[in-house]
């Protein structure tokens, strides 16, 4: 029945991103806000978003006419949690728990996608002189980034050995009509897939993909293996196999609903700087020598839309953080069977910090869990695991278990020199991008002859409203 109900809900929120934002506007008219009027896509786009921000307003916003182009942009999709609970059948109430576990349930049963002849993203074919990215609407979004980029894509590209698809966010910063550079973060499989085109000499080909349903990109920022096609749990979240036509430029396939399809190749030996750009941690990650972008085909809808993501803000972070709870927990659950639950708290950009919540039954444990959580996911840092009565979507009760059941000589360990994030701030050499860091796990569980906590007998069974009326409500209101 409740299953019924999810894919019902689900349906009704569309196939593609044109869907989605209809479903909105029928539906939660206040999620959608359009400005009509042109806006500069240097600045003046991002301040708007980031006066919202400051107001607390986090709406899906539409800029119909930006300076210079005829495609309108599609900013915030993924910036309130609710509008991510919707695109995978939840209600829009549900919290993080039920959107963890409805996440990890679609990402445990992959819907193989389906190659068809074509679709919608091929109604224009650009080619040859036709191909200009500077056409596109993209945004320079923070006062230092190096120039405009490009936030929202998939890239798809295809592991040389396996041959198996592989698709993740990276951003592009456009250099001029048919060339952009690429940050493959060492956190990345896209990293490791350069890397064996490169050992080997070879270009890598790539489709950067712009514009879907935002359960597409929740499940292509799915934490799975390298030997596992995101589109398949991409897949899972939309609960239809994705519809994929085949490049014509590149041995690839794209889905058929996207709005844009940029296809073209790493050229192996080719770098230029790149960067800085404002990026998730709220720093500006580093000027690095990195790999350059030919793109030689650009295939779209004929009134496309463009898809854009404020990195460093909560279209960016919830959207991270919300994709790696799955695959964190089942590997913490593979060392440590009684972990009742993950979290990567906002206060920690949701990537660096992650608590963990058990029931301790085997001394030990705790720091076993700790350790599968690194092997999990390489952008954590500190790892915190606490006894299952601390509420850890609340930092408040983890800080507060820090506090009281750690001994640090004990309860801590550290790795250095672990393989991080390149934007991490507190990286070797942040400055240079270096992605070498420390990590350190903190076993918060209670110890041994741990002194007996304070309650009071029966404080469940006042009965408030008996005793007061409704005046006990009114205090602090
Ligand atoms: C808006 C957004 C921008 C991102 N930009 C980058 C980026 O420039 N480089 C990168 O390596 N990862 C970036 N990421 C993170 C990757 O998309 C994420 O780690 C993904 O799981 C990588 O997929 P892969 O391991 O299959 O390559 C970004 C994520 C989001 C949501
Ligand atoms: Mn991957």
Known sequence: MEAAAKALRQSATGKDLRGFIRYLEEHYPCDVLRVAREVDPIFEATAILSRLEKEDKFPLVIFEKVKKSTIPVVANTHAAFHRNAMAIGLEPDAGPRQFA?????????PIEPAVVRTGPCKEVVLKGSEVDLTALPTLKYHEKDAGRYITHAFTVMKDPETGIRNAGIYRYQ???????GIQLSETAHGHYIFKKNLKRGRPTEIAAVIGHHPAVSLGCL????IDVDEFSIAGAMLGEPIELVRCDGVDLEVPANCEIV????IDPKERRPEAPFGEYPGTYGPQRNNPVV????????ENPLYQSSFVGHPDNLLMSGLTRLSAILSTVRLACPSVKEVYVPPSGRCRYVCYVAMEKLIEGDPKNAAMAAFAADPFLKFVVVVDDDVDILKDAEVIHAIAQRVRWYTDTFQVTHARGSPLDPASYDPAGGSHIVTKVGID????????????????DKVDLDALFGVRWREWGR
């Open 101 to 109: 576990a409805e996440y990890a349930r679609r990402e445990a049963a």
């Open 174 to 180: 456009v250099f001029d009509k048919t060339t952009a």
């Open 222 to 225: 799915s934490f799975t293996s």
């Open 262 to 265: 940029l296809e073209g190749y």
């Open 294 to 301: 030919h793109f030689n085909r650009i295939t779209m809808r």
């Open 444 to 459: 918060a569980t209670r110890k041994a002859n741990f002194p007996e906590e304070i309650r009071v007998p029966g404080t």
